[in-house]
């Protein structure tokens, strides 16, 4: 760094190994230093020292944008013109010693046989030497990219799946296996009454709780194994636990042996597809209605979660950071398949359909009504609050608030569309008391996504829907003003805390939060027409967007590992063909669901149609909090999406048009 081909303004402190800037009288307004250079060839590579401290800079060859750092529109340097981007703010880099050195590729020349002039400006970063060396065609090339291989096999695994699948199916359902098949259900699962079954199910669960709670591994592994049995003959027993733990999952973990543990829902889903290969073995092929429906939709639902599921793995092979985006392909997308076989099975193996998916419902709802309980119990005791711009808010077990009101609002939805069109009863009285709880946790998180955009959105669909089907169920329309009466509660409830500062700027963007979350979008819009096709992988936005991405006016936020907008956040992370898919995905569960609402229109299906439109609700309140929050990337949202849309649609539909799903 102390050759003399380089040419540097006035402070820096020179050394063979680095080059260290000199703070500016005007950190925030002028550069703390700049080099110019010329260099013959075709790779221009800096050797840069990037750690925990916020500092960036700009780097233009003859004049232009360096081509291989992101050029982001009005981002340009001290002499007002664009240039090749990066910070130097990457926490993981840093180490005992100070900030770590790597190579950076920066431009690559269309010409090497002339000379090209450089200039790096840099920004802020004195006393940490942030630039280390300067090289030209020295990298070696770089690696052949994995994720070829990967989309070829995933290719290959389609089209083998259905002949292996059909295969088993042969082999478990060959004539010898089925006397043997029988003696063991004989022997090993005596037939039980169902309501019996169910206060089995519900004493398992409860132990296996108890047992995570207090830590305690043989209580969880007693009623985690009881619930396992009982499940092989119904895995909708399953399938309803799995659902009741999800708001749970961030805090608790299954104990294991010598003070070890394991992740809920990991184990939960690998232990619900040990009892789904248990049901197959035991009861296939067993004759359900089910089997009977010949429902075009669902099967067209598996395959675009599973292509989608696929393309997140090609898309892990090509990113930067590969293990922790290997960690969240199996803890959100390989969860969801996971999670999908298993409600398939569920319903496959199910005698009674409708009875299994209100089980699986209702275990659903009454998770997040114990969870948003225990919020309102916080609240109250003052204890696990989050103090932020004037308010107090609350989070249950999760570790942000927004989190809780993301998953919340459509359990709320759910509930509060049984609440106004169930048939009078005890049902409909313990869905209002549901959805008294978590509209009132719901309003205590003061997520502005939830209360100004997701909860009116979905009240507004539950508004139209049952504009639409009560009419043709011959009911009165008086469930439309018990939630035009929902909506006046949640605005009157807000009023007192408008005057806070969470809420005074809640439309300015030109400062705060709102002006903020337009600088991310800009960043984010960057980066996914920066990688188009494959995305900067899972998990991997948080370290494009600190260390490349991250706008000098965005500095306070540096730490946000997704773009708060579901469209972005599918295209950052898994490129265009993973946004298609999911589009894709979306639409058919949704048009599924709004099918389902129209074949409710008789006044026999009035708890069916209540169930359709409060997830078509809870569907389109988390699509339009999406657009300013996390959506699906996490591993509880991702399961509610699998069951949002893709459980009603998994139950025939001739069990609903001829009356029997009431």
């Known amino acids: 760094m102390d050759s003399p081909a380089l040419a540097y303004s006035p402070g820096w402190r020179v050394a063979p190994d680095g080059a260290d800037p000199s703070e500016p009288a005007d950190p925030w307004n002028e550069p703390s230093g700049a080099l110019n250079f010329t260099y013959t060839g075709s790779e221009l590579v800096l050797r840069l020292a990037p750690g925990d401290y916020w500092g960036y800079l700009y780097v233009t060859v003859d004049g232009e944008t360096a081509n291989l750092l992101p050029d982001m529109r009005g981002n340009v340097d001290s002499r007002s013109r664009p240039a090749g981007y990066r910070t130097f703010y990457a926490p993981e880099a840093?180490?005992?010693?100070?900030?770590?050195?790597?190579?950076?590729?920066?431009?690559?020349?269309?010409?090497?046989?002339?000379?090209?002039?450089?200039?790096?400006?840099?920004?802020?970063?004195?006393?940490?030497?942030?630039?280390?060396?300067?090289?030209?065609?020295?990298?070696?090339?770089?690696?052949?990219?994995?994720?070829?291989?990967?989309?070829?096999?995933?290719?290959?695994?389609?089209?083998?799946?259905?002949?292996?699948?059909?295969?088993?199916?042969?082999?478990?359902?060959?004539?010898?296996?089925?006397?043997?098949?029988?003696?063991?259900?004989?022997?090993?699962?005596?037939?039980?009454?169902?309501?019996?079954?169910?206060?089995?199910?519900?004493?398992?669960?409860?132990?296996?709780?108890?047992?995570?709670?207090?830590?305690?591994?043989?209580?969880?592994?007693?009623?985690?194994?009881?619930?396992?049995?009982?499940s092989v003959c119904r895995p909708a027993l399953w399938s309803a636990a799995v659902l009741f733990a999800l708001p749970f999952y961030f805090s608790f973990a299954i104990p294991l042996p010598g003070g070890r543990a394991a992740g809920l829902i990991d184990v939960l889903l690998l232990a619900g597809i040990a009892v789904a290969a248990a049901n197959a073995l035991l009861f296939a092929p067993a004759e359900s209605t089910y089997s009977k429906g010949g429902e075009h939709n669902s099967r067209r639902l598996a395959w675009l979660l599973a292509a989608l599921i696929a393309w997140a793995l090609v898309s892990v092979f090509a990113a930067e950071h590969f293990t922790v985006a290997l960690r969240e392909w199996r803890t959100v997308f390989l969860s969801a398949g996971l999670f999908a076989m298993l409600l398939a099975v569920t319903f496959r193996a199910s005698a009674s359909p409708r009875d299994d998916l209100w089980l699986i419902m209702a275990s659903w709802v009454t998770g997040g009504a114990v969870a948003a309980a225990i919020g309102l119990a916080q609240y109250l005791a003052g204890a696990m609050l989050i103090s932020a711009e004037g308010v107090y808010r609350i989070r249950a077990f999760y570790g942000s608030p927004n989190n809780l009101a993301l998953y919340l609002e459509r359990t709320f939805l759910a509930a509060l569309a049984w609440?106004?069109?169930?048939?009078?009863?005890?049902?409909?009285?313990?869905?209002?008391?549901?959805?008294?709880?978590?509209?009132?946790?719901?309003?205590?998180?003061?997520?502005?996504?939830?209360?100004f955009l997701g909860v009116p959105a979905g009240l507004v669909t539950l508004w139209a829907g049952g504009l639409f089907i009560l009419p043709s169920q011959g009911r009165s329309r008086r469930p439309l003003?018990?939630?035009?009466?929902?909506?006046?509660?949640?605005?009157?409830?807000?009023?007192?805390?408008?005057?806070?500062?969470?809420?005074q700027r809640l439309l300015d963007f030109s400062q705060g939060t709102g002006y903020l979350r337009l600088q991310l979008w800009r960043s984010a819009w960057q980066m996914a027409l920066d990688h188009p096709w494959l995305g900067v992988g899972p998990?991997?936005?948080?370290?494009?967007?600190?260390?490349?991405?991250?706008?000098?006016?965005?500095?306070?936020?540096?730490?946000?590992?997704?773009?708060?907008?579901?469209?972005l956040d599918w295209w950052?992370?898994?490129?265009?063909?993973?946004?298609?898919?999911?589009?894709?995905?979306?639409?058919?569960?949704m048009a599924g669901l709004w099918r389902r609402v129209q074949l409710c229109r008789t006044p026999a299906l009035q708890r069916a149609g209540a169930l359709n439109l409060g997830l078509l609700a809870a569907a389109i309140a988390a699509l339009t909090h999406g657009l300013i929050d996390a959506s699906y990337a996490l591993p509880d949202l991702m399961l509610v999406w699998v069951l949002i849309l893709m459980a009603s649609n998994m139950t025939p539909e001739h069990v609903m048009r001829s009356g029997v799903e009431e």
């Open 94 to 230: 840093q180490q005992d010693g100070g900030p770590s050195s790597q190579w950076q590729r920066v431009h690559r020349a269309a010409d090497a046989s002339r000379a090209h002039t450089v200039t790096v400006e840099v920004w802020r970063s004195w006393g940490q030497t942030p630039l280390r060396g300067i090289a030209v065609d020295a990298l070696p090339p770089p690696p052949l990219p994995r994720w070829p291989g990967v989309l070829l096999l995933a290719l290959s695994l389609a089209i083998g799946y259905p002949l292996a699948q059909n295969a088993a199916a042969r082999m478990v359902s060959a004539a010898p296996l089925v006397p043997l098949r029988a003696t063991i259900r004989a022997w090993f699962l005596p037939q039980l009454p169902v309501r019996t079954r169910m206060l089995f199910g519900a004493a398992a669960a409860a132990v296996a709780a108890l047992g995570i709670a207090l830590a305690f591994w043989p209580l969880a592994a007693a009623g985690l194994a009881l619930l396992a049995y009982l």
């Open 481 to 503: 003003l018990w939630l035009a009466g929902v909506a006046a509660l949640f605005v009157a409830a807000l009023l007192p805390f408008l005057p806070t500062e969470r809420f």
């Open 572 to 589: 950052t992370r898994l490129g265009i063909p993973g946004l298609a898919l999911a589009l894709a995905w979306f639409a058919a569960g």
């Open 419 to 451: 609440a106004a069109f169930f048939p009078a009863g005890r049902a409909r009285l313990l869905s209002a008391l549901a959805a008294g709880l978590q509209g009132a946790a719901l309003l205590l998180t003061f997520s502005k996504g939830a209360l």
């Open 539 to 567: 998990d991997n936005f948080l370290y494009a967007y600190r260390s490349f991405y991250l706008l000098p006016q965005a500095w306070q936020e540096p730490n946000l590992n997704h773009p708060h907008n579901w469209p």
